[in-house]
């Protein structure tokens, strides 16, 4: 957290708050309880980002209000020794906003869909105005000319950035530890992580710390830590949001999601974001659709397909209990689930690093290009964490062993080839597929190597991906819903896979099961 967010002025909360309980606006006895005191308003901080939309369309609660809101909530839960879900906080910026917004407001004149709502963005996307650091020292001081195009949409229709998420370094792993900004800590239990890369974005979101955040999604990348961290994340087709001005890891598989409280929410997020962009050439063209009209509906009548070879074969229990519960959830409200087989998912880890090593090494270098010409890789090496270095040295540098070009190419062409058909054959004559998000849920801080899994030491990386690594190597869309909670309250993710382009109907079917469960319950700080 920066020197912004400390100089809260809390007494001007408090007078906010207690200003906004005595406001004849808040007619219900819910939104009246709000604001009784700066810190009793924290019920307001966990409503979904649509419920804040429509409060301050209807003046029932201004911009402003909401900004002090959340980083009243940073300066007591966040920082160094707290969650530790921002590398930066742009309080000045974010309160600057706000009055602008507020103003029009007033004059009934409204930006777009967020209007005045605080959104996070994860370290890794372009701001022009905030720095953009990549989770790296190296760009500590780093500030883009221009915001990437995701971020543009996102002020374009009223948002407001109240700060940068932490990450795994360059995005290159899913615990979010980060050796040079702190540990992100999970909202539900401060000694384990928030999974990662986006580990920042799940945390801020799950902690109200934020409306509604975006990350990336490589292998798993926005899913991991929405569901270790008890909120939605939705991983996009390749291809339906412009990834202008993002740090790259993998342009064959890198895309830009939502995370937020409610699938509401991320259909609402996913319409602002989504669409072509001239600064990314596998955008799609057509227009973006409108996904927020959602039926609740959507799985009656339906049939479901659950992969349990591969994706529960080396599964917790406890997350098997849970998915089990919902499995006869959806059943009792109409839908049928059955049993049916990936294919080809023996070659999945091979090929998915195949494809992510070989480009890495190449993005990351050409980014670091924009900040300093003459970067490479072994120029800045020794400034990377031990994993972020470890994995970049293995492709370039002394005693460096790269990806083949013919191997890179094999894994492009043939791995992914294969993998899509046992993805289309086990997706016929189903809706979508149904599988754990996570084989567990989360880890303890400081196992980056190992964790235990069933009484034996498991890889905790290749662990934390095995289920959501497949399905960004063939690119098809996926979300992760709140599905439960282990005897420790960790929370466990339902995910559920799409075919390309289905977004509308996965977000209908995503809002079906969360209505259904109703299994969220907030974290307590």
């Keep these: 957290m920066d020197n912004e967010s400390k100089e809260m002025d809390r007494r001007t909360f408090m007078k906010l708050g207690l200003a906004a309980t005595a406001g004849a606006a808040m007619t219900s006895s819910m939104l009246g309880s709000l604001w009784a005191g700066p810190l009793k308003g924290d019920a307001a901080a966990d409503l979904p980002l649509h419920v804040l939309a429509g409060m301050i369309r209807k003046g029932q609660i201004t911009s402003k209000q909401v900004v002090e809101l959340y980083l009243a909530r940073i300066e007591k839960f966040d920082g ?14 974010a309160r600057e906003q706000a009055e602008k917004l507020d103003k029009l407001a007033k004059g009934k004149k409204f930006q777009g869909p967020l209007h005045g709502l605080p959104i996070a963005v994860k370290d890794n996307m372009d701001t022009a105005s905030i720095r953009t650091t990549g989770g790296s020292s190296i760009l500590e001081n780093w500030y883009p000319k221009q915001s990437a195009t995701a971020v543009e949409r996102l002020q374009k229709a009223g948002a407001i950035i109240i700060g940068k998420t932490n990450m795994h ?12 900004y702190g540990p992100t800590r999970n909202p539900y239990d401060f000694s384990r992580i928030p999974g990662g890369s986006s580990g920042g974005s799940g945390a801020a979101v799950a902690a109200a710390f934020c409306a509604g955040a975006i990350g990336s999604d490589t292998g798993g990348s926005v899913r991991i830590p929405s569901a270790l961290c008890g909120v939605v994340g939705l991983k996009p087709t390749l291809g339906r949001v412009g990834r202008g001005g993002l740090m790259y890891l993998s342009f064959t598989r890198d895309v830009i ?21 001239p600064r990314d050439p596998d955008a799609v063209t057509k227009d973006a659709i409108d996904y927020r009209t959602l039926s609740r509906d959507a799985i009656k009548g339906k049939t479901f397909g659950v992969p349990k070879k591969y994706f529960f074969e080396v599964i917790d229990p406890e997350t098997e209990r849970v998915m089990n519960d919902t499995f006869k959830a959806i059943e009792k409200a109409g839908g049928r689930v059955k049993e049916v087989e990936v294919k080809s998912m023996d070659i999945a880890t091979p090929t998915g690093f195949n494809i992510v090593l070989a480009e890495a090494v ?51 062409k043939e791995g992914r080839r294969k993998m899509t058909e046992g993805f289309e054959s086990a997706m016929s004559g189903v809706e979508a597929l149904l599988l754990p998000t996570t084989p567990l849920p989360a880890s303890l801080i400081g196992e980056e190597a190992e964790c235990d899994l069933n009484g034996k030491k498991v890889n905790t990386f290749l662990t934390f991906i095995r289920n959501c690594d497949p399905v960004s190597v063939v690119g098809y869309p996926a979300i992760t819903v709140p599905a439960g909670y282990s005897a420790k309250g960790l929370p466990i993710g339902l995910q559920i896979v799409a075919r390309p382009w289905e977004e509308k109907k996965l977000l209908n079917l995503a809002y079906a099961v969360e209505q259904t469960t109703k299994a969220r319950k907030p974290p307590k700080l």
């Design 257 to 277: 999601g939502p995370i937020t409280r409610t699938v509401k929410d991320s259909a609402m997020m996913l319409s602002v974001i989504a669409g072509a962009d």
């Design 169 to 180: 370094e360059f995005a290159f792993g899913i615990t979010t530890n980060n050796p040079h």
């Design 80 to 93: 160094r020794k707290g969650i530790n879900a921002y590398i930066t906080v742009a309080a000045d910026q």
């Design 362 to 412: 190449y993005l990351i270098e050409n980014y670091l290009k924009t900040f300093d010409p003459q970067a490479t890789i072994e120029k800045y090496l020794d400034r990377m964490g031990p994993d972020v270095k470890g994995a970049l040295g293995s492709q370039k540098g002394p005693g460096s062993k790269p990806v083949p070009g013919y191997l890179y190419v094999e894994s492009i």
